[in-house]
């Protein structure tokens, strides 16, 4: 008795500070939220306040500022494109790493787990040369295949890891069943790696759909605008479109929250898999 009364006082602690917790984390979305539908006059009074008039006409606004079908466009184009490379390329790197170990094949991996390392920043300048040699600047593909760069060395190390689980009896038995190298590995081994997959996606995903930095860099026509990069129109050097911005984020973020939401059953069955194997 004594004990459940512990691990229900223990228990009813933990929770209290998982919702202290929570609470802190929507702090920022309340904060969004309201001033999203108020007066530019109103946010700078009373930002923290319930909007004195609710200003659902924002959104709308905001809407048609940044053409936002255009700009979610842009977005979802690169993002599921980088997404599918990255995948792709990276679990078949990761794979023919670990089942093939070479000389060639460790010195690749190190490479990329060092390419890890390198502050991005230190290569902004060669990274605009040789966009503007090889023509990639201002383009989609030139972002996608930037992505595909600076995406691949985590992609492929987190595949690495996740490959050296996989039972290697399994694809001896598909072997001498006539299955073929390539079959192996999209019929048997892409199967067990579905955790790992949803993993690169989400972390690919975050990574590429709230990125300034990049397509700033690489993109400069307009009709080419991400949403972060139309989104930053609304900061100038001397004045904040903060009734314009608000609503362009709200709008922004709506597609990762339904991205998340869709992704919660997969990442689900990854941790119960997981723990059922283990």
Not at 73 to 88: C, D, G, Q
Not at 134 to 160: D, E, K, Q, T, W
Request: aromatic share 14%.
């Amino acid at each position: 008795m004594d004990i459940q009364k512990r691990y229900g006082v223990r228990t009813l602690i933990l929770e209290i500070i998982v919702v202290i917790v929570g609470l802190i984390f929507l702090i920022p979305f309340y904060f969004l939220l309201v001033n999203s539908v108020k007066s530019f006059a109103d946010i700078l009074s009373n930002s923290a306040g319930l909007p004195q008039a609710y200003l659902w006409s924002n959104y709308a606004k905001a809407w048609t500022a940044i053409d936002f079908p255009t700009a979610l466009k842009n977005s979802l184009i690169v993002t599921i494109v980088s997404n599918l490379l990255l995948v792709l390329i990276s679990s078949m790197a990761a794979y023919q790493m670990v089942r093939h170990p070479s000389l060639f094949n460790r010195i690749l991996f190190f490479v990329f787990v060092a390419a890890m390392v390198i502050p991005f920043q230190s290569i902004m300048l060669p990274l605009m040369e040789m966009a503007s040699k090889y023509r990639l600047n201002n383009s989609m593909y030139g972002l996608i295949v930037s992505y595909l760069g600076f995406g691949a060395p985590l992609s492929v190390f987190l595949f690495h890891g996740f490959v050296k689980t996989v039972p290697l009896e399994i694809e001896q038995a598909a072997r001498v069943d006539g299955s073929s190298r390539y079959g192996v590995f999209f019929r048997i081994v892409c199967p067990l790696m579905q955790p790992m997959f949803v993993t690169v996606i989400i972390l690919n995903t975050l990574w590429i759909w709230n990125d300034y930095l990049l397509p700033s860099l690489i993109l400069s026509s307009p009709e080419l605008r991400t949403i972060p990069i139309a989104t930053y129109s609304f900061f100038g050097q001397y004045t904040k479109q903060w009734d314009m911005a608000l609503p362009a984020l709200v709008l922004g973020i709506t597609p990762i929250i339904i991205f998340f939401l869709f992704m919660q059953r997969y990442i689900i069955e990854g941790i119960t898999s997981g723990s059922v194997k283990g």
